[in-house]
C-alpha cells in the first residue's frame, strides 16, 4: 500500500473527483478526512469506505471559510497529530463558474487552497509530507467564455509554486494536477441533456476518449506517494493529450 498510516484530508470530497481520490488513498492504505459541505455525501462515502475495509472519516465544513479550515486543521493535530496529505479540490457550483461570478470564483475556487496550506503545512511535520492541488487545463489554455475559472486556476498553479519555494526547503512538496474533462455525475447529466455533446467532446482529445474520475486519483496518489519523493512544484496535466495537440490540424 502506497499510502500506509498517511493522513489525509481531501476537500470537495463528496462527490467527483474529490470522491474518487477519498475512496483511492484508502485503498492504498490511508486514514482519509472527507471535508466537504455536503453532509448526506460526505457521510455516504466514509460509511462506504468504512465498510469496505477502508479508514476514513467526515468533517463537515467550508474550506473557504476560515473558522471552518481553522476547526478541521485543529481536529487534525489533536486526533492524529499533525497531516501528511492534503488535497484541494473545492470548486465552485456550475451556475457560478459559467456566469463568471467573481467573489464566488475567488473565495470557493482560491482563497480556500490558500487558506487550507496555511492551516495545514504547520501540521505537516513527518517525513514525506505533501499538499497536491488540483488545478485545470483551463489554467494552461483558454476554453469557452468562463474566463474567471481559467484565471483562478492559473492562479493555483502560482500560488502552488511559489509556497514550494518556501516548504521545499522543509521538506514537504508541493504539486498540482490539471485535469482535462472528466466525466463526473454533473457532466454525466448535461450528456442526458445532449446526446451527442459526448462524442463530440471526444474528437477533441488525441486518446479518443474524456477522462474518468480515477484517472486523476491515479495522479493524487502518486503525487502524494514516496515515489514523486524528488517531485515539487510541479504541474502533471492528466488530461489524454488535449493541451498537446490540437487535433483540428489532424483533420
Known amino acids: ?26 485503498e492504498e492504505g490511508a486514514q482519509v478526512v472527507i471535508n ?3 453532509a448526506a455525501a460526505g457521510e455516504a462515502l466514509a460509511s462506504k469506505i468504512e465498510a469496505e475495509g477502508g479508514r476514513a472519516t467526515f468533517v463537515r465544513g467550508d474550506a473557504a ?7 478541521l486543521m485543529a481536529s ?8 501528511d496529505i ?15 461570478r467573481w467573489e464566488k470564483m475567488l473565495d470557493v475556487g482560491l482563497k480556500s487552497y490558500w487558506l487550507c496550506m496555511r492551516a495545514a503545512l504547520p501540521l505537516m511535520r513527518r517525513s514525506g509530507a505533501n499538499v497536491v492541488n488540483i488545478s485545470s487545463v483551463n489554467a494552461l489554455m483558454g476554453f469557452g467564455k468562463e474566463h474567471l475559472y481559467s484565471g483562478v ?3 493555483i498553479l502560482g500560488l502552488s509554486r511559489s509556497m514550494a519555494g518556501e516548504f521545499s526547503p522543509r521538506g514537504i512538496r508541493i504539486n498540482c494536477i490539471c485535469p482535462g474533462t472528466i466525466v463526473t455525475d ?9 446526446p451527442g455533446l459526448e462524442q463530440r467532446l471526444s474528437a477533441l482529445y488525441p486518446m479518443g476518449r474524456l477522462g474518468r474520475p480515477e484517472d486523476i486519483a491515479s495522479a493524487a496518489v502518486f503525487l502524494a506517494s514516496d515515489e514523486a519523493s524528488f517531485i515539487t512544484g510541479s504541474i502533471l496535466t492528466v488530461d489524454g493529450g488535449l493541451t ?7 483533420k
Open 36 to 38: 466537504d459541505i455536503d
Open 86 to 100: 492534503l488535497v484541494n479540490n473545492v470548486v465552485p457550483n456550475e451556475e457560478e463558474v459559467c456566469s463568471n
Open 244 to 250: 498537446a495537440v490540437n487535433t483540428g490540424f489532424a
Open 186 to 194: 454533473r457532466w454525466k447529466t448535461r450528456f442526458a441533456e445532449d
Open 76 to 83: 487534525m493535530e489533536k486526533t492524529w497529530g499533525g497531516l
Open 153 to 155: 486556476k492559473a492562479a
Open 1 to 26: 500500500m502506497r499510502l500506509r498510516d498517511k493522513v489525509a484530508v481531501i476537500t470537495g470530497a463528496g462527490n467527483g473527483i474529490g470522491r474518487a481520490i477519498a475512496i483511492r488513498f484508502a
Open 65 to 71: 471559510a476560515e473558522g471552518d479550515v481553522d476547526a
